[in-house]
């Protein structure tokens, strides 16, 4: 929005030519989408609170989380309107990515605002169900899928991408919508799964974010992508503003959610910003790096799924509990103990995935 005002400023003054540069905007994104967490949290997270909207506690879980019943819930809110306002102010609203991821993005939310407030409003533990949920995410993913598919304008932009080789990438043709929904949905419901402990979720998707829009920006510049023998994209570039406006809307939204959290961001969070990350993966052809870099994520969801699959056909369980960070807080880590050592794991995990860039 203001890209195209400075455009048609720097006709007559020059200095607004700077606007044109993706850093200077990137930037710009995250310190408009940390303003705006910043300034507008304190009186959202009293609106929640006042309205009950508080966070109910599993009556199974570790006895230290039984303090946090009634925190208020649903703060997602708070992040997906800084990422809105901030990459509608600094991107280029004509490019096609920038759109997807968008509205990508709000349509989990959407569905996760939904399941929140049957659950904290209406009082019905199962929210909207995992029929409907799933039924609503599956058909968000699967449009997201299809535009990127129908609209490709090369080849590269729907083959898998195999890192630490200049030369390998699969042609998917059709079940590329198959593998971008699965990469959606499937890290949607990840972040969700990871969203247990204060700030656990949020800062692993900030880093992870903050690597993507240097795919982002590497990808959709020819001779950054040329002299790293990754595939161009053109116009790819653009999400490097996105990615910079989940960096500031991420670590503001933590000022209020660090331990210990006087706010949750509840599904409408959870899943838009799993989502994100996902579909901007798909867009940047760096799927197989995400399940690096967001290895958090990954393992939690494995640890669901283990301990399910366990418990069903030997009726033993691996895990004290799951998600994977409540066994260890069952086995007397402190919260944030286990917090800060998730956030390592991820440092390291981001830093592998970066490195894919020149290790080839």
């Given at each position: 929005?203001?890209?195209?005002?400075?455009?048609?400023?720097?006709?007559?003054?020059?200095?607004?030519?700077?606007?044109?540069?993706?850093?200077?905007?990137?930037?710009?994104?995250?310190?408009?989408?940390?303003?705006?967490?910043?300034?507008?949290?304190?009186?959202?997270?009293?609106?929640l609170g006042h309205r009950q909207i508080g966070q109910t506690v599993r009556d199974d879980g570790p006895e230290t989380h039984f303090a946090k019943a009634g925190t208020p819930t649903m703060g997602g809110a708070l992040i997906l309107v800084a990422i809105l306002i901030a990459t509608l102010l600094w991107a280029d609203l004509s490019n096609r990515f920038i759109w997807v991821i968008l509205l990508t993005t709000l349509a989990f939310g959407i569905i996760g605002w939904v399941d929140d407030y049957k659950k904290l409003i209406h009082k019905n533990?199962?929210?909207?169900?995992?029929?409907?949920?799933?039924?609503?995410?599956?058909?968000?993913?699967?449009?997201?899928?299809?535009?990127?598919?129908?609209?490709?304008?090369?080849?590269?932009?729907?083959?898998?991408?195999?890192?630490?080789?200049?030369?390998?990438?699969?042609?998917?043709?059709?079940?590329?919508?198959?593998?971008?929904?699965?990469?959606?949905?499937?890290?949607?419901?990840?972040?969700?799964?990871?969203?247990?402990?204060?700030?656990?979720?949020?800062?692993?998707?900030?880093?992870?974010?903050?690597?993507?829009?240097?795919?982002?920006?590497?990808?959709?510049?020819?001779?950054?992508?040329?002299?790293?023998?990754?595939?161009?994209?053109?116009?790819?570039?653009?999400?490097?503003?996105?990615?910079?406006?989940?960096?500031?809307?991420?670590?503001?939204?933590?000022?209020?959610?660090?331990?210990?959290?006087?706010?949750?961001?509840?599904?409408?969070?959870?899943?838009?910003?799993?989502?994100?990350?996902?579909?901007?993966?798909?867009?940047?052809?760096?799927?197989?790096?995400?399940?690096?870099?967001?290895?958090?994520?990954?393992?939690?969801?494995?640890?669901?799924?283990?301990?399910?699959?366990?418990?069903?056909?030997?009726?033993?369980?691996?895990?004290?509990?799951?998600?994977?960070?409540?066994?260890?807080?069952?086995?007397?880590?402190?919260?944030?103990?286990?917090?800060?050592?998730?956030?390592?794991?991820?440092?390291?995990?981001?830093?592998?995935?970066?490195?894919?860039?020149?290790?080839?």
């Amino acid at each position: 929005m203001l890209l195209y005002l400075f455009d048609t400023l720097a006709h007559d003054i020059s200095f607004f030519n700077v606007f044109r540069y993706l850093t200077l905007r990137g930037i710009l994104g995250v310190l408009t989408a940390l303003a705006i967490c910043l300034l507008i949290g304190p009186g959202m997270i009293r609106r929640l609170g006042h309205r009950q909207i508080g966070q109910t506690v599993r009556d199974d879980g570790p006895e230290t989380h039984f303090a946090k019943a009634g925190t208020p819930t649903m703060g997602g809110a708070l992040i997906l309107v800084a990422i809105l306002i901030a990459t509608l102010l600094w991107a280029d609203l004509s490019n096609r990515f920038i759109w997807v991821i968008l509205l990508t993005t709000l349509a989990f939310g959407i569905i996760g605002w939904v399941d929140d407030y049957k659950k904290l409003i209406h009082k019905n533990p199962r929210g909207i169900g995992a029929r409907a949920k799933f039924f609503w995410q599956t058909a968000a993913g699967l449009a997201a899928a299809g535009f990127i598919y129908h609209t490709a304008q090369s080849p590269v932009e729907t083959q898998l991408i195999v890192p630490f080789f200049k030369n390998v990438a699969v042609e998917l043709g059709p079940w590329f919508i198959v593998f971008t929904y699965l990469v959606i949905v499937g890290f949607s419901n990840a972040v969700n799964l990871t969203d247990g402990l204060d700030g656990l979720a949020i800062m692993p998707t900030v880093m992870v974010a903050g690597a993507l829009a240097v795919f982002a920006y590497v990808t959709g510049n020819t001779q950054f992508a040329g002299y790293l023998g990754i595939p161009y994209i053109a116009g790819v570039g653009e999400v490097l503003v996105f990615c910079a406006a989940i960096v500031g809307a991420g670590l503001g939204f933590l000022w209020f959610n660090t331990y210990p959290a006087t706010v949750f961001m509840g599904d409408i969070g959870a899943l838009a910003l799993g989502a994100a990350l996902g579909i901007v993966a798909v867009v940047v052809r760096q799927e197989i790096v995400l399940l690096i870099m967001g290895g958090i994520f990954v393992m939690e969801t494995a640890s669901v799924i283990l301990q399910v699959a366990s418990y069903k056909l030997i009726g033993k369980r691996i895990f004290k509990m799951a998600p994977l960070h409540h066994h260890f807080e069952l086995k007397g880590w402190p919260e944030p103990r286990v917090i800060v050592r998730f956030w390592i794991i991820t440092i390291i995990l981001v830093l592998s995935g970066l490195a894919t860039l020149k290790l080839r």
